[in-house]
């Protein structure tokens, strides 16, 4: 009994000697350093950044011409392909112009007879003039035979405009294509009764290349921009734009922002811009949503971080480690609003030439201390491995 009483102090007395030996260990480890995490870190630089804007858009018509009748009548035609593609001037319809015809004849005939009645009152003046001089006739039959040669011109140009009035309503009894461009469907079939005060039109043609992209973008946006502009903040960016389609494809071809509206959408609050975009292969079709992509401002002074080294706290706010003075880790807040690619912009919260910490992050704490190496260096980064998994 006395024995086993002896070998169990002993045992006691050796595992408390290989606990002291072991945190006597531990703490010249991390005397010496052997504990600290290695974490990969980039040096950041102050880069011009442009501010990309995504805005919701609508297509819309370069040209749009709605086909009118301009007198009454029946359709007698229509001499186009409903969706085809039709030219300027080109006969779309044809109204009957029996009418028409029988108004021209008319007035070419009431022309022709104030002319010979213009005639006649020319040759009495003709001949009264030397009787006049003379004295041969009163002044007065003179004067009237001139009265009515100027009566007889005006009947003649009258009936001249009433001639050439005909032959309009003449001439529009063919309705043509006032711009060229894609025509829609016909809204009125052959033998439908048409009339020069219609609401509704005939066809509607539109020209699609180019066509026009209106975004719409907040005022306050606007404002903000505006002003960030005037200080000297940002600079200005391009006018070129990218185009998203509805199916979140690219569009093959980038357009240029025309201009700005000088009004804001009293419902909307919002302004309207409008880009211009070549669309050769009729991808684009008035009505469209899509979504347009364009620099409107370059911040010149942002700094370019790795996605993987912003966290964000419980409020949302972000925040880095940096390499701090003798090798710790350093805590830092920053503003990162906006992505580009694989970075964070930020734009306040670092200066050129820190260090932020890229790799590693998972476990740091502020104070902590590191091992730091560049990113970029080829080799196992975070908290070193104990003993026990080394041996293994």
């Known amino acids: ?80 392909t409903e969706g085809g593609f039709v030219r300027a001037g080109q006969p779309l319809y044809q109204i009957d112009a029996s009418l028409y015809q029988a108004a021209v004849d008319q007035a ?14 020319e040759e009495r003046v003709r001949r009264f003039a030397p009787l006049a001089k003379m004295q041969a006739i009163a002044e007065q039959d003179y004067t009237d035979a001139l009265a009515e040669a100027r009566v007889a011109r005006a009947a003649v140009a009258q009936n001249n405009a009433a001639l050439e009035t005909a032959r309009i309503n003449l001439r529009y009894t063919t309705l043509s294509a006032p711009i060229s461009g894609r025509i829609g469907r016909s809204l009125a079939t052959p033998g439908a009764l048409v009339s020069a005060s219609q609401a509704a039109p005939l066809a509607v043609i539109q020209q699609t290349d180019p066509i026009y992209v209106d975004m719409q973008q907040s005022s306050a946006e606007l404002t903000t921009l505006r002003q960030a502009l005037d200080s000297g903040g940002v600079a200005a960016g391009s006018t070129s734009v990218r185009l998203r389609l509805e199916d979140s494809s690219a569009y093959g071809f980038a357009g240029t922002v025309q201009f700005s509206d000088i009004t804001v959408s009293e419902t909307t609050g919002t302004v309207t811009l409008r880009a211009r975009f070549p669309n050769p292969k009729g991808v684009l ?10 620099d409107q401002a370059i911040n010149p002074a942002a700094i370019l971080v790795p996605q993987q080294a912003v966290q964000r706290d419980f409020d949302g706010s972000a925040f880095v ?21 694989a970075n964070w912009v ?19 704490k502020q104070g902590a201390p590191i091992k730091p190496v560049p990113a970029s260096s080829v080799q196992r980064v975070g908290v070193p491995a104990t003993k026990t998994e080394t041996s293994r």
Do not use: H, W
């Open 108 to 121: 070419s005939a009431n022309l022709a007879s104030a002319r010979a009645s213009a005639q006649a009152t």
């Open 346 to 364: 930020v734009t306040a919260g670092l200066k050129a030439g820190e260090r932020v910490i890229t790799q590693g992050v998972g476990t740091l």
């Open 1 to 80: 009994m006395l024995e086993k009483r002896s070998l169990l102090l002993a045992g006691v007395l050796c595992a408390a000697t290989l606990s002291l030996g072991a945190c006597s260990g531990q703490t010249d480890e991390s005397k010496n350093g052997r504990g600290a995490a290695a974490v990969g870190y980039v040096v950041v630089k102050v880069e011009a950044v442009p501010v990309t804007t995504s805005l919701g858009g609508r297509t819309v018509a370069f040209e749009t011409s709605e086909v009118r009748p301009q007198v009454n009548g029946l359709i007698r035609r229509r001499l186009f």
């Open 321 to 341: 480690y940096l390499v701090g003075k003798d090798n710790k880790a350093l805590r830092r807040k920053v503003t990162a609003d906006r992505t580009i690619g």
């Open 285 to 294: 079709l008035p009505g469209m949503f899509v979504t347009a992509l364009f």
